[in-house]
């Protein structure tokens, strides 16, 4: 099985990277996806591990669908290129955003970047925000006929079934057309259209079929994507990789 699992660290979590560094050199994870945060430092990231860039999102004010922010968005995407060409990333993962298809559109067509990828966004953000990206018609639109691939965020895929009543299993096909080239993972609760990132197993979410999904693609790049109770460990992203790789065995 050729799955490789990927930890996800902000550029602000720099007391976990010697944890980080361990956990793939013992082969638990393969890659650091590695969200770049505004005004933060690469020094201490220069170390020889695999790497996935994140591009900030609109927590850090970077939302392609919003016309006005269009010289700021460029800058920190160009920022996180910068991170990706000094740390040699794989691809770097772009939110869909929310607001405008049309301005989102704009910006996608200014990127020619090959290690680009687009994430799928949930129909209804945190904050009440109405997203773009969330079907898989508007990422074919959105990515056009560019050479940028998808980041498929099985999380964001289930809520955008839910705020639209259809079957999550049945919706999450209609994106595996894309040949995503990294998969994020976490669980969730299905009465829930908002983004929960819960540790597997404390939602509803059918991991034995998520992880089909990922088998039946050629790329199998997961980043678990689970939010931490203790911000000092990564202890529940090992625990996490172990409930993955125990389903895995009962499938292979």
Not at 71 to 82: D, L, S
Not at 149 to 168: N, P, R
Not at 210 to 234: G, H, P, W
Request: with cysteine; glycine share 6%; proline share 2%.
């Amino acid at each position: 099985m050729d799955i490789k699992f990927g930890l996800k660290l902000w550029s602000t979590n720099t007391d976990l990277i010697d944890q980080a560094t361990r956990l793939i050199d013992e082969k638990i994870f393969s890659y650091l996806e590695l969200l770049v945060i505004p005004g933060t430092r690469i020094s201490q990231f220069t170390i020889d591990v695999p790497y996935i860039i994140h591009i900030p999102h609109h927590k850090f004010s970077v939302n392609i669908g919003e016309a006005s922010k269009k010289e700021y968005n460029m800058e920190k995407i160009n920022e996180a290129m910068i991170w990706a060409d000094k740390l040699d990333a794989k691809y770097l993962i772009l939110h869909a955003g929310h607001g405008s298809m049309k301005d989102a559109s704009e910006v996608l067509g200014e990127i020619s970047d090959y290690r680009m990828l687009l994430e799928n966004m949930p129909k209804v953000g945190l904050d009440n925000e109405k997203m773009i990206g969330y079907s898989p018609e508007q990422i074919e639109e959105m990515i056009g006929i560019s050479n940028i691939g998808l980041c498929l965020d099985f999380g964001h895929a289930v809520k955008a079934a839910v705020s639209l009543g259809k079957d999550y299993k049945v919706y999450m096909k209609e994106f595996l057309r894309f040949e995503p080239k990294v998969f994020h993972m976490s669980d969730g609760m299905l009465n829930n259209e908002k983004d929960e990132h819960l540790s597997f197993g404390k939602g509803e979410l059918d991991f034995k079929y998520l992880l089909a999904c990922v088998m039946s693609n050629n790329s199998k790049f997961i980043t678990i994507e689970t939010l931490r109770e203790n911000q000092k460990s990564l202890q529940e992203d090992v625990q996490n990789v172990e409930f993955l790789k125990n389903i895995i065995d009962t499938i292979a």
